[in-house]
């Protein structure tokens, strides 16, 4: 009796053994996604545009079914904009085939200076896939008005000449051109690429 007792308590505790280990491997499955990102659940899409680039017209519309990561920044930027591209670089590549189904749009605050040619060649410095687009001033600040973006122009040094202050958040817009989340700047890039991750599913 106490030998079957035994046995049953040692088949008990390999059972609780094995629901635990399944538990531990199922639940955070089953988990909702915690995103780093602020969520936005606007039924609206995101509104479209059309700027130019090194390689012509460009318009929001022409990345329907890829993840837009919207960027404002410059090609003169001393510190915000390099630090920014580089952590999205960092995440995308991280992603590996998966970074085909992502485009990183960079909408220049300094039209004055950044032409589409100097925008290109700045952006793919960080990943060959980045798209620098460009207008008039006007245009431009349509566009930043729409997505909520502030830019200012001030004095800097005789070096630098002037610099421009901006809104440095990186807007997701998803596959069917909704505006899904916003990264503050700082997001380090592990925490991009899971969001990212998540909504490429």
């Known amino acids: 009796m106490l030998k079957n007792k035994r046995w049953t308590f040692i088949i008990g505790l390999l059972a609780g053994m094995g629901m ?5 491997v199922t639940l955070p499955r089953l988990q909702p996604h915690t995103f780093y990102g602020t969520v936005l659940q ?19 519309e022409d990345f329907r079914g890829k993840i837009v990561l919207l960027y404002f ?14 952590e999205i670089s960092k995440a ?3 992603l590996g085939k998966k970074a085909d189904e992502i485009q ?3 909408i220049s605050v300094d039209p004055g200076r950044d032409t589409p040619e100097m ?4 952006v ?7 798209l620098g687009a460009t207008g008039t001033e006007e245009e431009i600040a349509q566009v930043a008005t729409m997505y909520g973006i502030f830019f200012e122009k001030h004095e800097g040094t005789e070096a630098t000449g002037y610099l421009v202050d901006h809104t440095a958040t990186v807007m997701v817009i998803d596959q069917e051109g909704h505006l899904k989340l916003v ?15 998540f909504l490429l599913k």
């Open 124 to 130: 793919t410095h960080f990943h060959p896939s980045f």
């Open 42 to 60: 606007s039924p609206d899409k995101a509104p479209d545009f059309e700027l130019d680039t090194a390689s012509g017209t460009v318009s929001l």
């Open 73 to 86: 920044g410059y090609t003169f930027c001393p510190d915000i904009c390099p630090a920014t591209l580089a």
């Open 119 to 122: 925008l290109r060649d700045y």
């Open 92 to 94: 995308i590549t991280s």
């Open 104 to 106: 990183l749009m960079m």
């Open 183 to 197: 990264f503050p700047f700082g997001a380090p890039a592990q925490e991009i690429a899971d969001d990212l991750a």
């Open 20 to 24: 635990a280990v399944v538990a531990v």
